[in-house]
């Protein structure tokens, strides 16, 4: 089956350090990959996606890369704000071809950024 | 554009009582989710919809859930009746067909005392 696994967090960081939050799947096809955010009291939105083997989504200065040799696709920002601390969740859509493309979550790593 | 609409965004009940929990899609959108958010199970599948009929119901827990998708833009999850351990945040999301990513509604915190 179709499985997502994150580090188990949470993660406390002091401002402007370096983020990385490892995130690996298991899937057959050829997934679509998928960082969320859900900041305090609101609900999930999309961060960055990849669809394909060594693409690169980006967004709001957070990374990751899409590794089909190791089957990861790890989060990463160079300087993490007090406005980063959330929760993060890695998914993935595998492409099966035959619909039901159903998203698989992560269980998230919460993040939190202190001055 | 509008996003994925929730309501309420709160709902505060006994227990007992029947709760009914709303969602509108974002407009063209023929996939609709049901999430459920606890600090204990994390963020689990309830239903989902494509072109308004239920395609897999096998995370609602248990018969006193029910969820309907009348139209393309209305969606309803109803619980009957409602207990404390149903108390948790029940996300609505929707999306286009294939490989294209969720869009999440702001959420309904149901507590049920």
């Known amino acids: 089956g179709n499985s997502v696994t994150q580090m188990e967090g949470p993660v406390t960081l002091s401002e402007e350090a370096f983020l990385t939050i490892n995130c690996t799947y298991t899937a057959t096809g050829y997934p679509s990959l998928f960082w969320y955010v859900q900041y305090p009291g609101e609900g999930l939105q999309l961060l960055l996606k990849a669809t394909k083997a060594d693409d690169k989504g980006s967004n709001k200065g957070f990374e990751a890369t899409y590794r089909k040799e190791t089957t990861s696709f790890h989060l990463e920002k160079g300087s993490v704000q007090v406005s980063d601390s959330a929760v993060y969740f890695c998914a993935l859509i595998p492409y099966s071809g035959a619909g039901s493309y159903q998203l698989t979550f992560g269980k998230g790593t919460k993040l939190s950024v202190i001055p | 554009d509008a996003g994925v609409i929730q309501s309420p965004r709160h709902e505060v009940t006994e227990m007992g009582q029947e709760v009914t929990l709303r969602c509108k899609p974002i407009?063209?959108?023929?996939?609709l989710f049901w999430y459920r958010q606890t600090m204990m199970r994390g963020l689990e599948l309830l239903i989902y919809?494509?072109?308004?009929?239920?395609?897999?119901d096998s995370g609602m827990p248990e018969d006193r859930f029910s969820a309907k998708m009348p139209n393309a833009s209305f969606s309803t999850l109803k619980i009957q009746p409602s207990e404390p351990r149903d108390s948790a945040v029940y996300f609505c999301?929707?999306?286009?067909?294939?490989?294209?990513?969720?869009?999440f509604g702001d959420g309904t915190r149901l507590s049920i005392l």
């Open positions: 407009s063209g959108h023929d996939y």
């Open positions: 999301a929707s999306r286009l067909g294939g490989n294209q990513p969720q869009h």
């Open positions: 919809f494509n072109n308004n009929v239920p395609i897999d």
